[in-house]
């Protein structure tokens, strides 16, 4: 069973950058994974924020970027905002049979 | 405005059953395929089940294989789960998912020992 791993927790300045990562146990994440990134605040359900690595939706602010980097899944937030504080979930897909969850990025605009 | 809205969840003795619904709207639900989610209280996301576009693949985690079964039906554009055997570790809300676009608001399943 593969395991995907996530920074538990991030802190970042408003108008800063932050990168949250996605990796797999089973070597390098790629497009094959067809990586997702999920935002969830307290008491919401989640929301798509990028899927198949890099492509957003019209509800995703311009500042979220999706990208492969040094082997693993990322999501940039170039300028953050009080509003971005929520946990951020990352979805691998392994061969279109099994999908695992990382255990989530608490992010701290502070 | 594509939508999800589950239901079905409720309060189950442990080893009971429970059948989930998702009514989908705002997209072609017969074209995409369609996967349940569950969170526990307090924790993170675990993927449940997967169903294919025309219900021709389904697969499951192990945790809940052998117990679960995930079901559609394109003509009512509606998506099910069918849960048997149910644990106190199967407490959760669940969610229906697209993953690419759009989650539902989530059922809670309390399953009491």
């Known amino acids: 069973q593969a395991v995907v791993t996530q920074e538990p927790s991030l802190t970042v300045s408003p108008g800063e950058t932050v990168t949250l990562t996605c990796g797999s146990s089973?070597?390098?994440?790629?497009?094959?994974?067809?990586p997702y990134w999920f935002q969830q605040k307290p008491g919401q359900a989640p929301r798509t924020l990028i899927y198949?690595?890099?492509n957003k939706h019209s509800w995703t602010p311009a500042r979220f970027s999706g990208s492969l980097l040094g082997g693993k899944a990322a999501l940039t937030l170039s300028g953050a905002q009080p509003e971005d504080e929520a946990e951020y979930y990352c979805?691998?897909?392994?061969?279109?049979?099994?999908?695992?969850f990382g255990g989530g990025t608490k992010l701290t605009v502070l | 405005e594509v939508q999800l809205v589950e239901s079905g969840g409720g309060l189950v003795q442990r080893g009971g059953s429970l059948r989930l619904s998702c009514a989908a709207s705002?997209?072609?639900?017969?074209?995409?395929?369609m996967n349940w989610v569950r969170q526990a209280p307090g924790k993170g996301l675990e993927w449940v089940s997967y169903?294919?576009?025309?219900?021709?693949?389904?697969y499951y985690a192990d945790s809940v294989k052998g117990r679960f079964t995930i079901s559609r039906d394109n003509a009512k554009n509606s998506l099910y789960l069918q849960m048997n055997s149910l644990r106190a570790e199967d407490t959760a809300v669940y969610y229906c998912?697209?993953?690419?676009?759009?989650w539902g608001q989530g059922t809670l399943v309390t399953v009491s020992s």
């Open positions: 089973t070597g390098a994440v790629t497009s094959g994974h067809f």
């Open positions: 998912a697209r993953f690419d676009s759009a």
């Open positions: 198949d690595t890099s």
């Open positions: 169903i294919s576009s025309s219900s021709s693949s389904t």
């Open positions: 705002g997209f072609i639900f017969s074209s995409y395929s």
């Open positions: 979805l691998l897909s392994y061969s279109g049979v099994l999908w695992v």
